[in-house]
């Protein structure tokens, strides 16, 4: 299992960027792939933004296609989530989630919580309007 901490979060109006941050522990992150995850007050969690062990074609939930990206740098062990136009509901909990790579990693994508064996202790996002 590979440990996550996020950070980056923050306070930002309507219209802002942010861009949070999670440190893998272990000298195998470049073998995970790697999502992100919020969740909002009294809702479930929800799949923001996914990208595989080989840093190959990264998807996103629709809500925030063309707003967020996602990207790696596996010499750091950091994955990133860069979040633009936000909007107020954008704010949630945000949490890395880590899985082993596969054959299928890019082949498939994996956008429920059931798919990630390990968890950050997330990082909250707030937007206010």
């Known amino acids: 299992q590979v440990q996550l901490v996020e950070s980056g979060g923050g306070l930002v109006q309507a219209g802002g960027s942010l861009r949070v941050s999670c440190a893998a522990s272990?000298?195998?992150?470049?073998?995970?792939?790697m999502g992100w995850f919020r969740q909002a007050p009294g809702k479930e969690r929800e799949f923001v933004s996914a990208?595989?062990?080989?840093?190959?074609?990264?998807y996103y939930a629709d809500s925030v296609k063309g707003r967020f990206t996602i990207s790696r740098d596996n010499a750091k062990n950091t994955v990133y989530l860069l979040m633009s136009s936000l909007k107020p509901e954008d704010t949630a909990i945000y949490y890395c989630?880590?899985?082993?790579?596969?054959?299928?990693?890019?082949?498939?994508?994996?956008?429920?919580?059931?798919?990630?064996?390990?968890w950050g202790q997330g990082t909250q996002v707030t937007v206010s309007s």
């Open positions: 989630a880590a899985r082993r790579g596969t054959y299928f990693s890019d082949r498939r994508q994996y956008t429920a919580p059931a798919d990630f064996g390990s």
């Open positions: 272990g000298r195998t992150f470049s073998s995970y792939d």
């Open positions: 990208i595989s062990w080989s840093g190959g074609s990264p």
